[in-house]
């Protein structure tokens, strides 16, 4: 779609979109509109209020528009030439296709500059993540602070919640001590959804009682009787081990990525005491982890994926079996939103790209530099066929 040479009105009904739905900045909407200046996007936005496309509380009026409009508007947010180059990919080994949308988050990387990304991006994407939400029923949540910025910018635009919507959040990994304290396990932001949503009325589970790792340097028998305690845990079970476990009836989670120089951030050294393994060796062996899983770089030795392998042995949260099996399904049916992957930083593509291969990413909620080296990557990968 050509924004920039539609008739006002038409450009005025893309603008009201784009700042009601994604909460976009007059900055921001100019850009995703092909580069129109913040003075005409205002314009634009004053025309659509007094059209009634834009109503009073930017809430956009959705019901005047066909789908295969709406259906065009996300594709501005969806490059044109690496939604290609995913389809391409995709079907010429066979993988499952996911979704993808872009979001700006700035420059930067110093912690502080992160954290103006993140809250950047959190603001601008949370309406897609709470589109994805409205066809969900029970909601896998992992930890981190991307998924806790999508989350607060969901927060603070009441506008994008039904709350006559029946969800049930579940955390899908483990407490860590450090994650906890700050804000971001979890557990705490599954309790969060549950507080937008559904007032915390909700059924909320919270992953505490139990270690993350089973350390690899117990015998057998020792290992088996720690998994048994764990197994035993009423959250435990109720999300993974028990009769009717919640994360069969899953049809969302909401995770991050890692990348292989900050895998678990936030748990790595738990990781390390755990797998009696070095910072360097688990950079040599993963690109990446997801929830908590970690995820073999391709062509290991048979060695080295036996021993990530043990590693992911160790992890008491939820298995790459049962994310893969909900992909599948979403990958299948209209209805499951699926795995919805958040991510920032050009160092997460290797990791996504890594995800599209083993068939675990239905929907792809991304910044721009993910979505360059992604981009950079499919078409590196392409070429040597």
């Known amino acids: 779609m050509d924004v920039k040479n539609l008739p006002l009105d038409e450009r005025a009904q893309c603008a009201a979109y784009l700042r009601a739905r994604h909460n976009m900045s007059q900055i921001e909407i100019g850009n995703a509109l092909g580069g129109l200046s913040q003075p005409h996007v205002s314009r634009l936005l004053a025309h659509a209020q007094k059209q009634k496309y834009l109503i009073v509380t930017e809430r956009f009026a959705e019901e005047r528009f066909s789908a295969e409009w709406i259906q065009q508007m996300d594709e501005l947010l969806a490059p044109p030439a690496l939604s290609d180059a995913i389809r391409n990919y995709c079907d010429t080994h066979s993988y499952i296709q996911p979704n993808i949308r872009v979001f700006e988050s700035g420059s930067g990387q110093t912690e502080s500059a992160m954290e103006h990304r993140r809250n950047r991006f959190g603001r601008t994407a949370s309406g897609r993540l709470a589109e994805l939400l409205t066809k969900a029923n029970t909601v896998g949540v992992a930890w981190g602070r991307t998924i806790r910025a999508l989350i607060d910018g969901v927060a603070v635009s009441n506008r994008l919640v039904d709350q006559s919507q029946d969800i049930e959040f579940l955390p899908v990994c483990a407490e860590f001590v450090k994650l906890t304290q700050r804000g971001y396990s979890a ?199």
């Open 187 to 385: 557990s705490r932001l599954a309790e969060q959804l549950d507080d937008i949503y559904n007032d915390g009325n909700g059924e909320t589970v919270s992953m505490t009682g139990f270690p993350a790792f089973i350390p690899r340097a117990y015998d057998a028998d020792m290992q088996r009787s720690i998994r048994t305690l764990v197994t035993d845990t009423p959250s435990h079970a109720h999300v993974f081990s028990g009769d009717d476990p919640l994360v069969d009836r899953m049809d969302m989670l909401i995770s991050s990525v890692g990348s292989s120089q900050r895998p678990l951030i936030g748990a790595l050294e738990e990781l390390m005491h755990a797998g009696q393994v070095s910072a360097e060796q688990i950079g040599e062996l993963i690109v990446g982890d997801l929830s908590g899983i970690l995820i073999p770089k391709e062509g290991l030795s048979v060695q080295d994926r036996e021993l990530v392998n043990e590693l992911n042995g160790m992890w008491t949260g939820m298995q790459i079996e049962q994310v893969r099996s909900l992909a599948s399904r979403a990958a299948s049916d209209p209805q499951v939103t699926g795995v919805v992957i958040v991510a920032l930083q050009a160092e997460r593509g290797d990791a996504i790209l890594e995800l599209i291969r083993s068939g675990l990413v239905n929907e792809l909620i991304i910044d721009q530099a993910a979505a360059d080296r992604l981009f950079d990557l499919l078409n590196a990968s392409m070429a040597t066929l």
